[in-house]
């Protein structure tokens, strides 16, 4: 399931992203990828170990926190630290797998990805090139987000990043290992919730119909999830 969430910072926040961006020590991003992707990653990270930078992924991490659809969709049992990175004219990503699992540092923290996920720092309008191209069995879908908007994608998803051809692109990258391991249980989880916040609206929290599917919702997320 590829879902998009609009707006998961708002103006202040971007603002507050990007001017401590521009400052930041940028390095290969080849320090943080596989094997494989290695050899098709050409991109600037800013170091996981700056402070700057990881004051960031804080802010990223407290936004998500917040936001209903991302909880709604990912169902979070933990979240990689985000990584933030830089694709200039000429850089790009080529077709990859991201790692199954991730350590988080030098520590034996480890965060199986089952979703990866994209939060755009750049309007689309300030850079040409740059989708995040991802395969599904329906093909390919490209995503190119303004400031602010995430989007989340199976990590077992082939996918890429098209090279970018003028200005800079600035991302957040970070995984979630869910406490829903499959894809098509937490996608049939995420529209249950919403038929139920439809349901509520129309019918009010006391209608038997609005129980039944709020019971049945807590009951599927118990057979399926690991807390
Ligand atoms: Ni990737």
Same mark, same amino acid.
């Given at each position: ?32 990828a596989?094997?494989q ?32 659809a991302f ?32 350590? %988080? ?5 480890? #965060? +199986?990805? *089952?979703?990866?996920? @994209? $939060? ?5 309008? &300030? ?8 395969e ?36 957040? %990258? ?5 406490? #829903? +391991?499959? *894809?098509?249980?937490? @996608? $049939?989880l995420?529209?249950?919730?919403? &038929?139920?916040?439809?349901t ?13 599917l ?12 690991d807390?």
């Amino acid at each position: 399931m590829l879902v998009s969430i609009p707006n998961l910072l708002d103006a202040a926040e971007i603002a507050n992203c990007r001017q401590v961006l521009d400052a930041a020590p940028w390095v290969d991003g080849r320090v943080t990828a596989g094997q494989q992707s290695a050899k098709a990653k050409r991109n600037l990270q800013a170091p996981a170990d700056d402070p700057a930078a990881a004051a960031l992924g804080e802010l990223v991490l407290t936004a998500l926190g917040r936001n209903p659809a991302f909880l709604s969709a990912a169902l979070p049992l933990k979240v990689f630290p985000p990584l933030f990175n830089r694709y200039e004219a000429g850089m790009g990503f080529g077709a990859h797998v991201d790692n199954a699992i991730r350590f %988080v540092g030098e520590t034996t923290a480890r #965060v +199986r990805t *089952d979703l990866s996920a @994209t $939060l755009f720092l750049s309007d689309a309008r &300030d850079y040409d090139g740059g989708e995040l191209v991802i395969e599904d069995v329906f093909g390919e879908h490209a995503v190119k987000g303004e400031a602010g908007e995430l989007v989340l994608y199976p990590g077992s998803s082939l996918h890429r990043v098209e090279p970018v051809t003028r200005g800079a692109r600035l991302a957040a %990258v970070f995984w979630v290992q869910s406490m #829903v +391991r499959r *894809d098509d249980q937490r @996608t $049939l989880l995420q529209r249950l919730d919403e &038929d139920i916040v439809a349901t509520r609206a129309a019918l009010g929290d006391a209608d038997p119909t609005v129980l039944s599917l709020t019971a049945g919702y807590h009951n599927l997320l118990r057979m399926w999830a690991d807390a």
